[in-house]
């Protein structure tokens, strides 16, 4: 099989969040390297083998690999056919340097909900617009990620907020078009974002993100209905283009805003 090296790569306006890579790689290894970043890393074809610490490591397709900043390391295929795998680069705003030890201890973590979860997460990374979506992912990626790696800490234990999640709501209507990224809501309503997203899911049972694009989509139906331009809706709305318009309003209406707007 011939060499293969196909690679992705791009800085999301997401706090936190200092590259994100994907790559396919056949007949190509990484020589001995690091990073200033934790590398966060999912393999979806094939496998990676690699050294860190003077200790050989393995990513199978089940696997969350978290590799810290400044500890060498390198990484082959394991298999025939190469890997496949995507990268998240995370400052140590998410996870701090008391953690590197740990981490350098066990690198590999099975966890099928954190694995479940950084698909998730590179899912939202994909699609400009969805920052919102991206940065409360990673807030409780950096949670799980913190209670493997300091295992006495207890996470993702709902706790009820009403009186946050109501405060977050109206700071969400009242910006509905420019939006609010985590970070600033975490700060104007002093709380931690992990339990600002986790206390606005528990009081109405959907993500702050959700409800925002909720939101957006039902503007947007309005717009159409007046005859205007689904291009120009999107801008209106608050959306970062019209194909970003057009996967939410197709998810939550069933068609596209051009055949709703038509229907009328």
Do not use: C
Request: charged share 25%.
């Amino acid at each position: 099989m011939a060499a293969r090296q196909e690679v992705t790569a791009w800085r999301p306006a997401v706090p936190g969040v200092v590259e994100v890579f994907h790559a396919h790689f056949t007949g190509y290894a990484y020589p001995m390297h690091v990073h200033e970043a934790w590398t966060l890393l999912i393999v979806d074809d094939g496998a990676v083998r690699y050294d860190l610490d003077r200790h050989e490591h393995g990513t199978p397709h089940d696997t969350v690999s978290l590799l810290p900043p400044h500890v060498p390391h390198n990484g082959s295929p394991a298999t025939p056919g190469g890997f496949r795998k995507r990268v998240v680069y995370l400052d140590t705003s998410l996870l701090g340097a008391d953690l590197v030890g740990s981490a350098v201890d066990t690198p590999d973590l099975r966890d099928p909900l954190l694995r479940r979860r950084v698909g998730q997460l590179h899912h939202a990374l994909d699609h400009p617009g969805d920052e919102l979506e991206a940065a409360g992912r990673l807030t409780f990626i950096g949670e799980r990620l913190t209670a493997h790696l300091r295992p006495r800490l207890v996470t993702d234990v709902p706790r009820a907020d009403p009186g946050l999640a109501r405060r977050l709501r109206e700071l969400l209507d009242a910006r509905i078009v420019e939006g609010v990224a985590l970070d600033e809501a975490a700060a104007l309503l002093h709380a931690h974002p992990a339990h600002l997203v986790r206390a606005f899911s528990t009081a109405y049972g959907i993500a702050p993100h959700q409800y925002l694009n909720s939101r957006r989509v039902d503007r947007a139906r309005r717009l159409l209905l007046e005859g205007r331009r689904p291009g120009e809706v999107a801008t209106a709305t608050g959306f970062f283009d019209q194909s970003h318009l057009t996967r939410h309003f197709r998810k939550l209406v069933g068609v596209t805003p051009g055949r709703y707007a038509t229907s009328a």
